[in-house]
Every structure is written in C-alpha cells, then in structure tokens.
C-alpha cells in the first residue's frame, strides 16, 4: 500500500509561478516511475511529467520549457515545479507512483491560473 498526498496549489496569475509537492509513504527505491498527471472537467486525465528509474524524465510538450520535475529521495518526496503558467493549466493535478506493478493516486490539487 502506498499513500500519496500532493499540496502546493492553488491561484496564480498568468506567468506566476507554483511548486507542487507529492510526499510518498515509502522510500523511492520502491517504485518503478512517478509522475504528475493533470485533468480538467470532461476531460481526460493527461500526463504531465514522469521520472522513471534510471532518471528518464519526459514531459509532455505543453510543458516542455515551463515545467520541472525531481524528487528528494531524502524526504521522499516529488516535485513539479511550474514557471511561466498560463490559463490552460487550470486543473487538478494529481501525483502518480507505480509500486510492484500497482498504480497510485494521490487525492489531486487543484491549480488555477487566471488571465
């Protein structure tokens, strides 16, 4: 069992900047990849960034340039970090962790982004 908890959302204007948080109940070393995910009403949920063992990252290309994520294995805990947002990155953004095969969600927090 893996329990996930995000925080660090919330409202920013246009070209604002937020960091995300995603604390993890076990140690890193566990998990074959993390990620952010991001969905808006009536939509589907979309990946955003992931970090897979070996230290892949990928991004999805909305993101490219704008976003970063990394971990602190110390405090097992992952981050994305958001620069330059724009108003189409209104969501809730949920954390991600795949445990022995198994998929975790974090509860989501939502950003939005005025204009």
């Known amino acids: 069992q893996v329990q996930l908890v995000e925080s ?64 602190n294995n110390a405090v097992n805990t992952l981050y994305l970090q958001m620069n330059n947002l724009k108003p189409e990155d209104t969501a809730v953004y949920y954390c991600n962790a795949n445990h022995l095969g198994f998929i975790y969600w974090g509860q989501g927090t939502q950003v939005t982004v005025s204009s």
């Open 8 to 71: 660090g959302g919330g409202l920013v204007q246009a070209g604002g900047s937020l960091r995300l948080s995603c604390a993890a109940s076990r140690t890193f070393s566990s998990f074959v990849s993390m990620g952010w995910f991001r969905q808006v009403p009536g939509k589907q949920r979309e990946r955003v960034a992931s970090l897979a063992t070996g230290d892949i990252l990928n991004y999805a290309d909305s993101v490219k340039g704008r976003f970063t994520i990394s971990r």
